[in-house]
């Protein structure tokens, strides 16, 4: 059978640095696809905004977007808000992700690593090579929060409470981000190492959500 990339899904909270990890996998040669990217095309075309204005209103959807500040504060309080999201924006985001491994396949990508913050509650973790969680304390994650993104620290640190904990899933490779930049650079280059070693056979039918090869 063909050779094909090794996939890894990334996870982690909100403001442990996963995005600076993704960046670290590109600088090296992967190929990183990254969800809120995805999201963000999705909320650029017509047939979705008109979903989501008929579901959350024009107050959150306007002719020609979203605003995705009002969106989040919405969803973040009021969970039956964030599952009629999940289940408009999933599906698609499932799709655009599928359509970027193909490219990384027909590209002959060593790495792919797939960053998305709910990699475990979306059950993407049973289709992929391997899962990597990337970790930072609580205080750590409230800094970052507040002196990169502007948010109040008593809402950094709400939104961080309100989050699945941290899956210590068995086999899980982690990333410890508590140090410098160069700490965690270091960290993404020993298991890029790793990830080259690693001989990924061509995935079923099934795609990125089918079941894995045994």
């Not at 950094?156 to 210590?168: C, G, K, T």
């Not at 790793?194 to 039918?205: A, D, E, F, H, N």
């Amino acid at each position: 059978m063909s050779q094909g990339p090794m996939v890894v899904g990334l996870t982690g909270g909100i403001g442990s640095g996963k995005s600076l990890a993704v960046s670290f996998f590109r600088d090296l040669g992967a190929q990183g696809i990254v969800a809120d990217d995805l999201v963000g095309e999705l909320l650029g075309s017509r047939d979705v905004l008109d979903e989501l204005r008929s579901v959350f209103g024009a107050e959150v959807v306007g002719a020609d977007a979203v605003d995705r500040r009002v969106l989040a504060d919405l969803v973040f309080s009021d969970g039956a808000a964030r599952r009629r999201l999940e289940m408009i924006l999933h599906p698609r985001v499932a799709a655009l992700a599928a359509r970027a491994l193909a490219d990384a396949w027909s590209k002959n990508s060593p790495v792919v690593i797939y960053e998305v913050p709910l990699l475990i509650e979306i059950g993407a973790h049973e289709w992929v090579d391997q899962v990597l969680v990337v970790r930072a304390s609580e205080s750590v994650r409230v800094r970052r929060l507040v002196t990169q993104r502007g948010s109040l620290e008593e809402d950094a640190l709400a939104r961080i409470r309100a989050q699945v904990p941290d899956h210590e899933l068995a086999g899980a490779w982690i990333l410890e981000n508590d140090g410098t930049r160069e700490d965690l650079r270091h960290q993404v280059e020993v298991l890029y190492r790793r990830c080259l070693s690693r001989v990924r056979k061509t995935p079923g039918p099934g795609g990125m959500h089918g079941e894995k090869e045994q």
